[in-house]
């Protein structure tokens, strides 16, 4: 079976994401492209790497948490300790992230009440300038 490869360009272009955040995974020893050259040439491991990434990312996982799932699932670990790790990890976040939207939820309403009150006083000051 013929192996896989990617170039840094297919990457970026496929994931949304610079050659230099490509090249900081890789100083982060998050992904370790081979060489041909100076060229770095990207596997499928690399690929799906990068992949659980990006997906991390976007919810919120540091790279030293992404760092230590990813070891996890290619460790001798058992399956089920994996998932509960990952589980864990994954409950946590979620639990971060609905106390993040509950703060947003809050600063909405509030903002939402000080434009209320601007417009109510604005009102009042054209009232006053129409009487006077």
Known sequence: MESLSFSIRQLTKE???????LRFYEDEKLIAPGRRGQTRIYSQRDHKRITMIVRG???GFSLAELGEMLA???????????MAHARAKFIERLGALERHKHDIEDALKELRQHI???DAKMAACETTSEAA
Do not use: P, Q, W
């Open 15 to 21: 994931f949304g994401v610079t050659a230099r955040t």
């Open 57 to 59: 990312r976007r919810l």
């Open 116 to 118: 209320s009150d601007i």
């Open 72 to 82: 996890l699932y290619e460790g001798e670990d058992n399956c089920a300790h994996k």
